[in-house]
């Protein structure tokens, strides 16, 4: 980057908007502040790796805004770009997002404000500053249309040529079960077109088969003809993806038949049509309906992360997001246990999730926390089997094994309603530092699948056993100081000193999670979710409501930088497995944040400390 000396910038155009709402004392000021830039044609101005310092004005040439390699935009003489980079938002991230880049197209020259002189105009000229944070509020507002009617056109206009087409495979209507089979294992096809005598067509399927011989004892020398399906679903090659869905789903079919100019051309399968719509909610929920078995999961299960970059980058709030992912999680455990139990098993017992998976906070896929409760007296001999295939198959989809190994393939973690209550009077009454932690994970815990009352009864139990015994809490609620929550690592940005990264779980979200998890303890509240706890807390005058609603915001604010830390940056898996999954890292560093969340973070850090002071005089913990 070239710079010359302010003396030598041409006149800055005061005549465009917003900088004619500029009085002629400001508009000195600012021209005496301007610097400027020349930059050869091809050179990248401003990209990722470079944190701005001010805003950019075209004075000549032409720059264009490059996302991955296309042009989103080419920007020309009098326009600006890096406000973004600038002050970053939530919904453009810290930073230049994604891969966005600004090249100059050809040989060209900006003006630069610093970032200074900025916030000076905005102070001191509120209508200037209005117009010119309005101004880039409404081009993010924009954006998250744009991207958001993509995703939904997508949806809706996608055509069936786009997914991928089984070759049809034909056979006589007079051939055989076993040549039909024979047919299908050579071509590793999962069903047969039959050629009728009358010149229709049917269909018959590798279930079908199954049916026909296996439960129904028919003589495998059978013709087919008589026993194929006909009336077949057919679509055109060139009619949407979106209405094959609905007949599929009408229908209770896995398959269609599609045609061009009027011959038929393929089979269309329900997981080829799922996997071109794969990333948007309602189809991962129609995806795991129809599942039939833990591979049609697994894509699914991989889906959702495409699914919070998405929704991330439309601006969509995390909490909407978060109660979003939580029921598509929750919806995939459930449908894989269903997969895996028999149903008498379904029927007494209950799959629950625990830890941020149970209180609906989970947003990437951190350690596995699940259990199971049987209904007394109930036995299952192949229960062992059946836990470890369940946790294996959620390992495959993604969802880390727990370190403490609190899953469903640990008998401790699968056992009767009384073997529960045993455990939580152990954890009530004596309560060493491994019966805290588990007694904070099952507080924590949701139904999944099953006989939900089995957990209610668990919870009743629990509850009931609570004691106003101030040590109890005071050790409960002891790890809310666990961990440091540095106050002085912002001095280092102001110094121009490196600062240390900060893990934000540890320092700011923990601290908020089991402090307010305890409080709802002590009032032996059954509300699982962090913010719903604190709504209750405050109303029953447990929490000042000030500072309730200091809490509430703070939470969404330190979840938010944590999810758009993962997902700003570049993608990690770029030419490998698709919808590879984001990586768990809580390291949040304080010099990459954009001025915003810079400000924002070292807020509600203050809020936490002060939170957890609070929780200390509550709890006696200094005593």
Not at 399 to 406: K, T, V
Not at 499 to 515: L, M, Q, R
């Amino acid at each position: 980057m070239q710079h010359a000396m302010p003396t030598a910038s041409p006149d800055f155009d005061f005549g465009r908007p917003p900088f004619d709402l500029l009085t002629e004392g400001q508009r000195a000021a600012l021209a005496g502040a301007l610097d400027i830039a020349l930059y050869p044609r091809d050179t990248v101005i401003l990209s990722r790796e470079e944190p701005a310092d001010a805003l950019y004005v075209v004075l000549r040439g032409a720059v264009q805004e490059r996302r991955g390699g296309e042009v989103a935009a080419v920007h020309g003489p009098g326009d600006r770009f890096g406000l973004q980079a600038l002050y970053a938002t939530a919904g453009d991230g810290a930073g230049v997002t994604g891969a966005r880049r600004f090249v100059a197209a050809e040989e060209c020259a900006c003006h630069l404000i610093p970032r200074a002189a900025l916030e000076a105009l905005a102070a001191e000229n509120p209508a200037f500053g209005a117009a010119i944070l309005g101004d880039f509020a409404q081009r993010m507002r924009d954006l998250a249309a744009l991207r958001s009617n993509r995703e939904m056109a997508a949806l809706t206009m996608a055509r069936i040529r786009q997914a991928y087409l089984h070759p049809p495979l034909f056979v006589d209507a007079a051939a055989s079960l076993r040549d039909a089979a024979e047919a299908m294992r050579q071509n590793r096809a999962s069903s047969v077109l039959v050629r009728g005598a009358d010149g229709t067509t049917g269909i018959l399927t590798g279930t079908d088969l199954r049916d026909l011989v296996v439960l129904d004892g028919r003589p495998v020398t059978d013709p087919v003809g008589p026993l194929a399906r006909y009336g077949l679903l057919t679509l055109d090659r060139d009619d949407l993806l979106f209405n094959a869905l609905v007949l599929m789903t009408k229908h209770a079919v896995r398959r269609i038949v599609v045609t061009e100019n009027g011959a038929i051309v393929g089979l269309l399968g329900q997981s080829d049509l799922l996997a071109v719509l794969s990333n948007h909610s309602q189809v991962i929920g129609l995806q795991v309906e129809h599942a039939t078995d833990p591979a049609d999961l697994r894509r699914a299960s991989r889906s959702i992360v495409e699914l919070i970059r998405t929704l991330h980058a439309t601006g969509v709030k995390v909490a909407f997001i978060a109660d979003l992912v939580t029921e598509l999680n929750r919806r995939i455990f459930r449908k894989l246990f269903e997969l895996l139990a028999p149903p008498e098993l379904l029927a007494n017992s209950c799959l629950i999730v625990m830890g941020s998976e149970g209180r609906g906070e989970q947003l990437l896929k951190t350690d596995q926390d699940n259990g199971l409760i049987l209904r007394d007296g109930f036995e299952c001999p192949d229960l062992p089997r059946i836990a470890a295939d369940f946790t294996r198959h959620l390992v495959e989809f993604g969802y880390p094994p727990c370190p403490g190994n609190i899953m469903v393939s640990n008998p401790e973690w699968t056992r009767p309603l009384a073997g529960y209550k045993d455990a939580l009077f152990n954890w009530v009454h004596r309560p060493d530092e491994a019966a805290q932690m588990n007694l904070a994970i099952f507080y924590d815990a949701a139904p999944v699948a099953g006989d939900a009352t089995l957990l209610a009864e668990a919870k009743d139990y629990l509850l009931s056993r609570l004691q106003d015994n101030q040590m109890f809490f005071t050790q409960f609620a002891r790890p809310t100081l666990s961990f440091d929550t540095p106050s002085g690592l912002f001095a280092a940005l102001f110094e121009r000193r490196r600062a240390e990264p900060v893990d934000i779980k540890k320092a700011g979200i923990f601290p908020i999670v089991h402090g307010v998890r305890a409080l709802a303890l002590e009032k032996h509240r059954a509300e699982t979710n962090t913010v719903e706890r604190i709504q209750v807390l405050a109303e029953l005058g447990a929490l000042d409501r000030k500072m309730a609603a200091d809490l509430v915001e703070a939470f969404t604010i330190l979840s938010t930088i944590r999810l758009k830390a993962r997902v700003d940056l570049p993608e990690e898996n770029e030419g490998g497995e698709e919808g590879a999954e984001l990586a768990i890292d809580n390291l949040v560093h304080p010099d990459r944040l954009g001025k915003l969340d810079r400000d924002q973070f070292k807020d509600c850090l203050a809020l936490v400390k002060s939170f957890k002071e609070l929780i200390a005089h509550h709890f006696r913990l200094n005593h």
